[in-house]
């Protein structure tokens, strides 16, 4: 039975706008027995008894097998379990630091949730420093907290940023475009010059390269190819590459 | 809400790419951004874009009683807002120290620069004059507002009409604009803010700063002027010296982008006129771009490359040998490899701690464990592999 399916597919790749309703009606069948279907509903999407509905406006997509979401263009970040985010400390308190993600909430980050961290040793964090870490807590009840250890006690890449390097902002489907598994725009930008980059969950990108710029160059290709398709994003890149050699 | 706080290497780039003189968009130190003069509908309504800062101008009129101790002159009334919209640091209802900073250099700027002729605003004198009121508000703010400010004010005011009356003894007539064509304002000069800040002690400055380079600024020097090189007002802020020539320096600058802007608000004016003369279709609905759902307008961003083409021939014709950008890797032990150095320890552990490592990781063996971490708890065990462990130049 593709009722479901066939409902959804209409509507792939169209505008929705939030209130708009996906109802199915499941005709008798004959003999009784009923089909089940599993569907994923992603970001966007909310189940409410036999109909789903729209909450997010944007486009509807679909992945094989069953995932459906809408792919919304948002900057303003709502803190999620499990999702690694730069923060800005913004202040020390007793044992906890208040580090600022961009939602709602300042998040906390406890001294001892940094590799190697104790009690008699504890991190070289000042105010105003960056961090990269992951949500342990994130809901609508409770104020967010962070960790800059995974669940063996590693740091795994996360923890405080050093010195120089260029923090800016971009929107949250640019950010979910750079971390993709095969993005192709990290690997067009790997072949103009080497730099190093953190991508933020939140919107924030830390870039890094040799000189200020090449940084400058990062940053502004980075905001732009937001908006640009593959084609013209290669176009341009290729222009800054042959105007650097 | 509380605005996003300003993080240290941030700070320090910022400061270090003006050092160079580069700034975050790719201007020059004099360079100001783009900007846009739109009026809509009504006379005496302007919006200005200064880049991404928005800045609108509603100029309105009303008969009122004049002040006592002037019965023969019109009134100015000036009001500067930050909307809520244009930044989360700006919360409704609140002075703020920002907000009367702007709205007593905005009243300094036009009116007791005179520019408007408050006489002819008399209609019976000691009864009825008329009122201007100026009302800015700010909807974006990326830096800079008080230019856009002034830019904004003196547009709506020059594009206002006010509208015609008659006197008869003592009877006044407001004629409403369908009965006759409303009368613009008598407007004597255009004074225009230009904005300089000071960075690093006053040794580096920055003309028209965007909101980032604002929050690094030590100082900020505002100059008023009209197309004549009349200064109409000064105003140094941040408390940094300034010495006698960096302030005539910015003058004459000021005195170059004034003329400019000037121009540029003559233009639009001029466009604004002729259409309605046309009877085309004039307002904000024609001007703002259309924009649709699926798709996202953005200006186009320029990329500098100039400087880049350059620099990169001469360090290429003046270099003989190319430095390798990476170390090559070296091999320690068997299946492993050791790129760079790594960075210094900064956990405060103590020093004599560290000097016992070092020896240790010296000397392996290939088949022994080897102590890579200072952790007490791990032991590294070194599987047999035959590849090299390559870095790539993207590291987390």
């Known amino acids: ?245 | 809400m509380r605005d996003t706080p300003l993080s240290n290497c941030e700070k320090r780039f910022l400061l270090k790419a003006i050092e160079e003189k580069k700034r975050l968009d790719g201007r020059e130190t004099y360079d100001y951004r783009n900007i846009k003069i739109s009026f809509g509908t009504d006379y005496g309504c302007c919006i200005v874009e200064l880049g991404k800062t928005r800045v609108l101008c509603q100029v309105s009129c009303e008969l009122v009683p004049p002040k006592d101790s002037r019965p023969t002159e019109g009134i100015m009334f000036f009001n500067l807002e930050l909307s809520p919209m244009a930044s989360p640091a700006f919360e409704p209802n609140r002075q703020s120290e920002l907000s009367v900073t702007l709205n007593r250099q905005l009243e300094r700027c036009l009116r007791n620069s005179k520019c408007i002729d408050t006489e002819s605003l008399c209609v019976i004198s000691g009864e009825k004059v008329w009122q201007i009121r100026v009302d800015v508000h700010v909807l974006n703010h990326d830096g800079n507002l008080m230019d856009a400010a002034s830019i904004a004010a003196i547009s709506a005011l020059s594009h206002f009409r006010r509208p015609d009356v008659t006197i008869q003894g003592r009877d006044v007539t407001v004629f409403s604009p369908e009965e006759r064509d409303p009368i613009p304002l008598s407007i004597y000069h255009m004074p225009i803010c230009v904005s300089f800040a000071f960075f690093l002690e006053g040794s580096y400055l920055l003309v028209d700063p965007c909101e980032r380079e604002e929050r690094v600024k030590d100082g900020l020097l505002m100059i008023a002027m009209n197309k004549h090189r009349e200064i109409c007002s000064i105003q140094s802020s941040g408390g940094i010296m300034l010495l006698k020539d960096q302030v005539l320096r910015c003058s004459k600058i000021a005195s170059v982008k004034v003329s400019e802007i000037t121009e540029l608000i003559n233009k639009a004016l001029e466009n604004d006129r002729k259409i309605r003369k046309e009877g085309g279709k004039f307002g904000f609905a024609e001007s703002m771009p259309k924009q649709r759902i699926t798709t996202l307008k953005r200006d186009k961003a320029p990329v500098e490359m100039t400087d880049v083409e350059e620099t990169a021939s001469d360090i290429v014709n003046t270099t003989e040998t190319t430095t390798e950008p990476v170390p090559s890797p070296v091999l320690v032990g068997m299946g492993t490899a050791q790129v760079g150095e790594g960075i210094v320890n900064s956990w405060g552990l103590d020093e004599e701690e560290e000097e016992d490592d070092e020896p240790q990781t010296e000397d392996t063996k290939t088949d022994e464990v080897m102590v890579i971490s200072d952790s007490e708890e791990e032991e590294v065990v070194i599987l047999n592999e035959v590849q090299k462990s390559k870095k790539t130049s993207k590291q987390k």
Not at chain 1, 154 to 167: I, K, Q, S, Y
């Open chain 1, 1 to 245: 039975m593709d009722t479901i399916h066939a409902c959804f597919k209409e509507k792939i790749g169209e505008v929705l706008l939030p209130g708009d309703v996906f109802s199915f009606s499941f005709p008798e069948s004959g003999d009784g027995t009923i089909k089940t279907e599993k569907i994923i509903c992603g970001p966007g999407l909310r189940r409410n008894g036999e109909e789903v509905k729209v909450c997010k406006s944007g486009i509807l997509r679909h992945k094989q097998p069953n995932m459906y979401w809408i792919d919304s263009q948002q900057r303003r970040y709502v803190p999620a379990k499990g999702e690694s985010v730069i923060g800005i400390v913004t202040t020390k308190a007793g044992d906890v630091f208040k580090v600022d993600v961009g939602g709602s909430e300042q998040a906390s980050l406890s001294y001892l949730a940094f590799e190697g961290a104790t009690k008699r040793n504890r991190p070289n964090v000042q105010v105003g420093d960056l961090v990269y870490g992951q949500f342990t807590i994130a809901n609508k009840d409770m104020e967010p907290e962070l960790v800059c250890i995974d669940s063996c006690g590693r740091a795994n890449g996360m923890g405080v940023f050093g010195a120089d390097g260029l923090l800016f902002k971009v929107s949250l489907g640019l950010v979910r475009r750079l971390l993709a598994p095969q993005s192709e725009i990290v690997k067009d930008l790997e072949k103009i010059f080497p730099f190093e980059l953190v991508v933020g969950m939140n919107g924030r990108v830390w870039v890094k390269a040799k000189t200020v710029q090449q940084t400058l160059i990062v940053t502004n290709l980075l905001e732009t190819c937001e908006n640009m398709t593959s084609q013209q994003r290669q176009t341009l890149f290729k222009k800054v590459a042959a105007g650097f050699f």
